[in-house]
């Protein structure tokens, strides 16, 4: 059995309302918008409540082809630092203070282990109920008002990766590790968890005798980066 309308509290729906009217989008079905705050460990406890993986799933491939429209019309850099622009703008270390900002997580719905353990406040979580509120919003009202909303956040955010430089680490460690050492940094993956559609890569760095992390992402990519930062500061301490 589906949740009907006649499921959300009226508190609920003046949150969800309240919502729309911050983050300046409208919902005709508020269903959609409330599912896309609930967290799979909600489903896990009450198996009659759809959780937001489907609607993440879709999110994200929305939000990733308005990125990359946006960043293709109005910018006329190589191929390689628009990919590093967006792989910023669109990443969990972007989405979730952005999902902060716009008080995601008040209106999260976990499941009472994740609760207890702090799920509303991982960026992991927050960024994923970003890509599935953008995945409800062009079920609910279609491309073209789901990228009005997108461009809202990612706009700025391009703004602030090209104000502030991209931040490519692995290159930032790869250029001072060589300063006083022969071999190059090497990356290996050591684990990866998750359901296919939404795993999390562990990755370590090993500078020498050295080894740094692991540190996770939702690509392989990203955790290279994430554990390149890591060893950047490491050695900068030193």
Known sequence: MEKNIETISKERKNQLIQFSKKVNIHFKN???????????????E????????????????????????????????????????KSQVVSEKSLAPIALKFGVDKLLVLGHGEEITGGRSKPAILA???????????????????????????????????NNGMKDYKTVLQETFQKNHKHYP??????????????????????????????????????????AKLAIDLLNSK
């Open 30 to 44: 508020l269903l959609l918008l409330d599912q896309a705050f609930h967290h799979r460990s909600l489903t896990n």
């Open 186 to 227: 090497v990356y290996e993956l050591v684990g990866k968890h998750g359901p296919d559609h939404q795993q999390i890569f562990e990755v370590v760095v090993h500078l020498d005798d050295l080894t740094v992390g692991p540190a996770e992402g939702t690509s392989k990519k990203e955790a290279e980066q994430k554990v």
């Open 128 to 162: 994923d109920c970003m890509e599935a509120i953008i995945g409800a919003y062009y079920l609910d009202s279609g491309y073209k008002d789901a990228e009005k909303y997108v461009l809202s956040f990612i706009i700025p955010a391009v703004k602030d990766v090209l």
């Open 46 to 85: 009450k198996k009659h409540i759809k959780n937001n993986e489907r609607l993440e799933f879709l999110g994200d491939s929305v939000l990733g082809m308005v990125t990359a429209a946006y960043l293709y019309n109005a910018m006329e850099n190589p191929e390689g630092d628009l990919a590093k622009i």
